[in-house]
């Protein structure tokens, strides 16, 4: 009998997996997924995304999309496609710079392509935000900014006005100190 009931429950349980997986597929239809996708110019920032398959939400100016690649995947590709590993650039801006934490990257320095993480890139909700296209920001709480970007668009982020300020400074001063090197 005991088992009789297990059988019914597992039976239960099984169509509630079901239903849950046909709701998440439900859920992949209506998401924009390009799961192909590179970071570049067009990329303003990008989210950890709350999804069992798709798991960065991307901001770019034509819209926004979701890929199954994490968002430290997608900007060591980029790095790469910048001519330089993830890793490299990292050990570059500590040596020189002195920033130990929440590091700010050039992935490419002819396009002009810098970013910054609002918090540990190991944290689940850090965001990784594209300066090219920050227009301005203003504190909204104190632990949130709200980010227009170039294009009119806007973006709520779970950091301090201070910080945000700060990280853009931290990415300019990175950026300047390595495309001086360039220039000679």
């Known amino acids: 009998?005991?088992?009789?009931?297990?059988?019914r429950l597992g039976g239960f349980f099984g169509k509630m997996i079901d239903l849950y997986i046909q709701d998440q597929s439900a859920d992949v239809?209506?998401?924009?997924?390009?799961?192909e996708y590179e970071v570049g110019t067009s990329t303003k920032a990008l989210e950890?995304?709350?999804?069992?398959?798709?798991q960065t939400?991307?901001?770019?100016?034509?819209?926004?999309?979701?890929?199954?690649?994490?968002m430290l995947d997608l900007i060591k590709i980029g790095c790469l496609e910048g001519g330089a590993d993830y890793e490299g650039r990292k050990k570059a801006v500590k040596h020189c710079l002195g920033i130990q934490r929440k590091i700010p990257i050039v992935m490419?320095?002819?396009r002009r392509i810098c970013i910054f993480p609002t918090?540990?890139?190991?944290?689940y909700d850090c965001m990784w935000i594209f300066t090219d296209h920050v227009k301005s920001y203003y504190g909204i709480s104190n632990s949130r900014v709200k980010v227009i970007f170039w294009d009119g668009s806007s973006l709520i982020v779970p950091i301090s006005e201070r910080t945000f300020q700060t990280q853009m400074g931290r990415t300019?001063?990175?950026?300047?100190?390595?495309?001086?090197?360039?220039?000679?």
């Not at 009998?1 to 059988?7: G, K, V």
């Not at 918090?119 to 944290?123: G, I, L, M, V």
């Open 29 to 35: 239809t209506e998401l924009n997924v390009w799961d």
């Open 119 to 123: 918090k540990s890139p190991e944290e």
């Open 1 to 7: 009998m005991y088992s009789q009931q297990i059988n």
């Open 108 to 110: 490419d320095y002819q």
């Open 172 to 184: 300019s001063q990175c950026f300047m100190r390595f495309s001086s090197d360039r220039n000679h």
């Open 57 to 70: 939400k991307i901001y770019d100016v034509d819209g926004e999309f979701f890929s199954s690649k994490s």
């Open 48 to 54: 950890f995304h709350h999804h069992p398959v798709y």
